[in-house]
């Protein structure tokens, strides 16, 4: 089944952001200008629109194994401000993959927006694996933003991974994503960011590692080409006995700039932290290595920041 | 064939140019095995990296089967049939073994096909063949690699920077058969290798010994050899990496030739 609400571009960028060509199985919710373009919910995993309109509520019964949720967004007229409140309460004991993604095709004039709070409630000893893509096109004037914001409240012995992906097209992004881990349970975050042309892009992260046994590993890889900017913010608070790990790795070419800053805060005898933090330009080797196969310049440039990005 | 026509690389140093290659001149014929041996700090590694066209001469031409590649980019030099294998090999984040071959064949080589050259260099492929070339690799799993990619590449001409260098013994011992293969299925092609290994050397077709920036002899591997055995330029056992043989530094002795104690020795010598 195609879907039949969305045009080609629309078509496109659902593409880009949640490698989906088709209705995806499952339970899903697909957004479109800032209106419904299709949902449907499993016998496990429940969609609901909020009572005020704000957002939806996905409710994932607990012991739900297997499962996915796809609720990408896609924005295609300039001028929208699109904002909408995702909850996400998952059950005890789950194991389910929940795939997010925001595109936005601008080719007006006028500047589009989309912020998407997601709120994710973690029970206990669930798993979580959760992807999400930003992606932006469009040779308008206008300006592609988005600015998320995600919350995570795990419960004990839970576990849930993040890939936050955005590598093209967007043109600001203030990203927040704060956690709050509870004893036995663990975070991972894998980040790839990519920003050119005049981009600006923040990206913060505030963990709070509560309960014995908790931890986290932020690993983010960035890309600032052009003249674009980034500022990574990469925050754990070890509040117990805790392991955590932050990692900024980064590459810039051109005019690029970027600003880490990794923070660690230990408030209990018996958390482990541990950031690294590491900016540069590609390095010479690396591309003498690749030309030495018999790619150019600019083709070793682009075999190493994909791989970077990978 | 490769030739050297009066090559010569100099470095300013301050306001002072030093000459690291002082007019140097040789050739590689087509199927044959050379070395290139000598002291370290003679210029041997720079002499690879003016082949593979990373540095520039600063005068003097080089032709690869008759045709001046002096003024050819790296990337020219390499699609013209010049593989070059570092001496310190490089890391990358995120790319794998497997993509690293792929980009050296310059095609999409099956996963088996891959494999076969990581065996060839002693590594268990389905270990290595999806890993990253990154900093989880050691120096002599990195090497292996390197050279791999060159075989991967099959061009005409492979030059390979000390290969030995960050190998343990145990390992090169396996490797040398990898050299020895390439001595027997040379068909068409030819080798040059930068190596103090009188395992290597003992393959060679020819033998040219740098020192100072010039080429001190050259000749075959009969009349060459035989000389070099006992010198650093021909060791018998592995050197770490960057090709530093361990060395002893002498005794200080007094004018009667007794051993001084350090105590006793006069300032910065201690």
């Known amino acids: 089944m195609e879907f039949k609400k969305l045009d080609e571009i629309q078509k496109r960028i659902l593409m880009e952001v949640a490698d989906l060509h088709t209705v995806p199985e499952g339970a899903f919710n697909i957004r479109s200008d800032g209106q419904l373009a299709g949902r449907a919910s499993s016998a496990n995993i429940e969609i609901v629109s909020k009572e005020d309109g704000s957002g939806i509520d996905i409710h994932i019964k607990p012991g739900t194994k297997n499962e996915s949720v796809h609720i990408p967004v896609v924005l295609s007229k300039s001028g929208l401000h699109d904002v909408v409140y995702n909850d996400f309460y998952v059950g005890e004991d789950c194991d389910v993959i929940i795939v997010a993604g925001c595109g936005i095709s601008n080719c007006g004039g006028m500047d589009s927006e989309h912020d998407g709070i997601h709120r994710f409630y973690v029970g206990k000893n669930a798993k979580v694996r959760y992807v999400e893509k930003h992606y932006g096109e469009g040779d308008g004037t206008g300006k592609r933003i988005l600015n998320p914001v995600t919350e995570v409240y795990m419960e004990e012995g839970s576990h849930v991974e993040m890939e936050m992906v955005q590598i093209k097209g967007v043109d600001s992004t203030d990203r927040s994503t704060v956690a709050k881990v509870a004893a036995g349970a663990s975070l991972i975050v894998k980040e790839r960011l990519m920003t050119h042309g005049e981009q600006t892009a923040a990206s913060g992260y505030y963990v709070d590692l509560n309960g014995d046994g908790s931890s986290a590993d932020i690993v983010s890889r960035s890309v600032a080409r052009d003249k674009s900017y980034q500022k990574l913010d990469l925050r754990i608070n070890g509040n117990a006995a805790c392991s955590g790990h932050t990692e900024c790795d980064s590459i810039i070419m051109d005019e690029g700039r970027i600003l880490a800053v990794p923070q660690l805060e230990a408030n209990c005898t018996d958390s482990a932290l541990i950031h690294e933090a590491a900016i540069g330009k590609i390095a010479g080797d690396q591309l003498i290595k690749l030309m030495t196969l018999g790619l150019t310049e600019k083709e070793a440039e682009e075999q190493i920041v994909n791989g970077f990005l990978k | ?270």
């Open chain 2, 1 to 270: 064939m490769l030739e050297l026509k009066n090559i010569r690389f100099d470095v300013l140093e301050g306001h002072e140019e030093i000459g690291i290659i002082r007019d140097v001149s040789f050739t590689i014929p087509d199927n044959k095995f050379v070395v290139v041996t000598g002291p370290n700090g003679g210029g041997k590694s720079t002499l690879a990296r003016l082949i593979a066209g990373i540095e520039k001469p600063t005068a003097g031409n080089i032709l690869l089967d008759g045709e001046d590649i002096t003024d050819k980019s790296i990337t020219d030099r390499a699609r013209m049939g010049i593989s070059y294998a570092m001496q310190q090999p490089v890391r990358f984040k995120g790319i794998q073994v497997l993509d690293l071959l792929r980009l050296a064949a310059g095609k999409r080589v099956s996963v088996s096909d891959a494999c076969q050259y990581l065996s060839r260099v002693g590594l268990c492929a389905k270990d290595y063949i999806h890993r990253e070339v990154n900093a989880s690799l050691s120096g002599g799993e990195l090497k292996r690699i390197e050279i791999a990619t060159v075989l991967a590449r099959g061009t005409k001409l492979s030059v390979f920077d000390e290969p030995e260098a960050g190998i343990d013994l145990w390992s090169f011992q396996n490797l040398i058969q990898v050299f020895e293969q390439m001595r027997d299925s040379i068909k068409d092609s030819s080798i040059l290798i930068i190596s103090h290994q009188e395992r290597i050397l003992e393959i060679a077709d020819e033998i040219i010994v740098v020192a100072d920036g010039m080429i001190e002899r050259q000749g075959s591997r009969d009349e060459i050899l035989p000389s070099l055995i006992g010198t650093t330029s021909a060791v018998g056992v592995c050197v770490p990496l960057g090709g530093k043989p361990a060395q002893v530094p002498p005794i200080p002795v007094d004018q009667n030739g007794n051993p001084v104690p350090k105590n006793k020795l006069q300032g910065g010598e201690a």
